[in-house]
């Protein structure tokens, strides 16, 4: 079973940043996954919020701001005094991180509140100059968004994220299409996803932080999960191998 470090290692490290990628670059795990929006001058970074006021110490929305402006925020010391003077990085800058190693990434487009027009074109323009194509699963609540990035290049892995599940989800991916399914934990459950596990789709569950949650899913026969503590979680599942 596949661990992903989500956000990074965000556990230890403040979310989303330079510093949570680089830690978890170095380790032995499967991927890392991350979350992109559009800047006011149509630049690509990372953060998961659709504001910055939770993770910096700054206010306003990404899509407000240019990325001179963003630089100027602080996007560590909310974390740790540890980590003061973290600045927003670029999809760029984390895939810079990646490009030597072996890890999968995961690219969450966060467009399913504010419609990021020319996203999708971007984020593949990057993941291109890096040569990580077959690295790189493109995920996103927003179905459209991941169909745009599907009709783009149809040999770049896609999964859309669910955080319930519904009925016949199998031929509703196939219209994406799409190539696997990211579900949350209480999604994984029900017996749609059950199936789509049954069908042998790669299904990868988000956020697993408790040991016992991972040794249900490995039993399920789940592929892969998204987790804040990846150390914690691999040396468990090493043990329970």
Known sequence: MEIFA????????????????????????AGVELDVHLTKDQQVVVIHDEKINRTSNGKGFVKDL???????FDFG???????????????????????YKDHKINI???????????????VLQEVEKFGLKDRVIISSFDHEAIKRMAELDPDIEIAPLFSHSIFNIVPYCSTIPADALHVSYYAVMRRPVLEAIQAGMPVRVYTIN????????????????????PEEMMKFLYKRN
């Open 210 to 229: 408790k040991t016992e949650q991972a040794e249900i899913l490995q039993n399920l026969g789940v592929d892969g999960f998204f987790t804040d503590h």
């Open 77 to 99: 010391s909310w974390f740790s005094d540890e980590f003061r003077g973290e600045k927003i990085p670029t999809l760029a800058e984390v895939l810079e991180e990646f490009k």
């Open 6 to 29: 989500h956000r990074g290692y965000s556990a230890k490290y403040p979310e989303n940043t330079l510093a949570a990628f680089k830690a978890a670059a170095k380790l032995p795990i």
């Open 108 to 122: 969450e487009l966060k467009s399913n509140i504010f419609v990021y027009a020319g996203l999708e074109e971007l």
């Open 66 to 72: 240019t990325l001179q402006e963003l630089r100027k």
